[in-house]
């Protein structure tokens, strides 16, 4: 059984940073591109940053020099560096890692960022 779980939401100052990790486990995998995106209040869910196992990336111009992807292959892990956050920053973050040769992508339940004075 797969699962993907969020860690390192909170409660964060503008100007501020905070990084977010997520692990992949389970099923025997080894993932390909791996990602977070963001859902806000009364938003549909955003692309945040994605990256594949190679290292190549792609990020959402709203974040673009802000936040940084990276990823331990080794350990299913996919982390979201994140600087200078806005207030508009302010959603659930969630994971996600795609199995290519299945098709399937799995999802994490979220961690809550608040960017808040």
């Known amino acids: 059984q797969v699962q993907v779980v969020e860690s390192g939401g909170g409660l964060v100052q503008p100007g501020g940073s905070l990084r977010l990790s997520c692990a992949a486990s389970g099923g025997g995998f080894s993932f390909d591109d791996m990602g977070w995106y963001r859902q806000a209040p009364g938003k549909e869910r955003e692309l945040v940053a994605t990256?594949?196992?190679?290292?190549?990336?792609n990020y959402a111009d709203s974040v673009k020099g802000r936040f940084t992807i990276s990823r331990d292959n080794s350990k299913n892990l996919v982390y979201l560096q994140m600087n200078n956050l806005k207030l508009e920053d302010t959603a659930v973050y969630f994971c996600n890692a795609h199995v290519q040769s299945s098709r399937v992508t799995y999802w994490g339940k979220g961690t809550l960022v608040t960017v808040s004075s």
């Open positions: 990256i594949t196992r190679g290292g190549s990336t």
